[in-house]
């Protein structure tokens, strides 16, 4: 292992200047705030940044400069509690990652403490071409202009994702997922909770939710396979040549409007029914159920595959050159 | 206060160090920068250094004259440009450390990393205040566990209404799919209640805890599959 040098720089005095000694009475509550730059050496790449904090918010920020920022906010109802939330940094230069991670310790002294009155926020900015893993509580999780792409875990908590490139995978329990501007193999996966999906690219998109509404706009992914189990799917996109597209729920209705040069359909309910719009002639129902057709004309027809046990399946489609 | 008499009182907290031998080399080229422009604090050295000598605990460290002749010159160029950092800087190297850098990584890291911290109290929101106050000294842990069990209980949920809708819909699956089904459904409860033992056994373990989840997230994939998809002609 290389051992190198540890640079520390003087930061200006005035950071300091503002620093209030601490206090607390029983109107008042603790608030920490650290901010901490990590610079690498040249010879370090660091390739991920790990971050787990079960107390509170995670935001990441791509930016265009090496090192990384932290600002963490801390938040206690005295300062003993305060001194009992720990970050933990450990930055592994070997692999290329830095950790971050939050606890809160347990002391055995008898003082009363409500665990939703600490929290510790934690913003990280770091070079775009980083991958972020990232778990939250139920705390809100974002991440914003990264480049490696994301791995993103939450339970109450919502997630936002905005430009980001790379393969995203993002998974929740109870909290709403928003990913705008993905360029990359997309994961999504939710069992309580809303999706928006916006403006994604890329060879694959596979999300799942079990009660809630999957919204997808401006989709131009080469795969995509988007499936519930109570709730609505609303997919608006670009079918590409050769592509494959399954919108499938059990209760759900899923409603499609997609531009294609030439696509084969299926489309299928048992209890519902599927309504094609105005435009869409030559779909021929079979004996076993299934709404079959294509439109338009191409060497590698896109394959579109809906169906909703229970719902209504509708779709239009208009041509793309 | 002045920053030089700001200095001044952060780096009088390392001369202890200093005179024993103890600080690293970095903060010990510092302090002796901070020497050569402090009356004050090169007298306590002096005073402090004679004491330890005239007690005789420390032997003689000091280099040859030659020696001390050859390298001076550099090192009083980079003394004193370390003696010229900020107080942050001091503070650091002195006093509160709030982040905890694990197992000395910092040391063969090759990461730098600079630190700023500002405390001061905020008022109270009014959610907060509402807040009841368990009384129990356990209690965050107590809240810990009970979150997690809530999101155990999520999760149960869902696979409990998953599973009532299989068991309506399986009549219209064809038979070797209703053996698959049970057979791999089998399979996956199996590993759900080693999982869910392993959590009752380990009720403050967060890796035990995110290992039973990601079982449930599989249960209720597989789920979903077979309702979604089990009667698709």
Redesign the interface.
Known sequence: MKLLALLMAALPAAALADTAPPGLDEEGFMVERDNVEIAPAKTVHLGAVDLDNRLGDIVVIGRDQPGVSLAVVKRAPDEATLDRLKVNLVPDPEAGVIKISTALLIGTEARPIAAGQVRVDIKVYAPREVAVQARAWNGKLGVTGMESGATLLAHDGDIVVTNVKGPVTTTSTRGRQSLTGVSGVVSADDTFGDLALEQISGAGLAARVHRGNVTATRVRSQTVSITTTWGDIEFHGELLAGGRYELRSFHGNVIMHGGVAAARIEAWSRDGMVQPEAGLSGLMRARDGRWLGSFGNGDAPAVLLMSSTAGRVIFGLTALP | MS?AMDAHRDVSKLLDEYVDGTLDD?RARAVRGHLRGCADCSARVEATTRLVEAAGELPDLDPSSGLWTKIAAGLDEDEARLA??????W??QGLGR??????G????????????????????GPS?QA???????????E??VH?VAR?QA??QS?VG??RS?AVG?RV?WKPEIQKAFDENLAAIDAAVARQSDLARKNPGD?AVADAL?DSY?KE??FL??A???G???
């Open positions: 920053k970095l010229a950092h900020g107080r942050v800087w503070w650091w709030r982040f905890a850098f694990v197992g990584a910092l040391a063969v890291a090759g990461m730098a990393v600079w630190l700023v911290a500002l405390r001061g109290r905020v008022p109270l907060l807040m009841k106050i368990p009384a129990s000294p356990q209690a965050l842990y809240d810990a979150e999101a999520d999760y869902a209404d998953l809708i819909e219209h967060v989840a997230r209720i994939d979903q599959e309702v979604v998809r009667d698709l002609p």
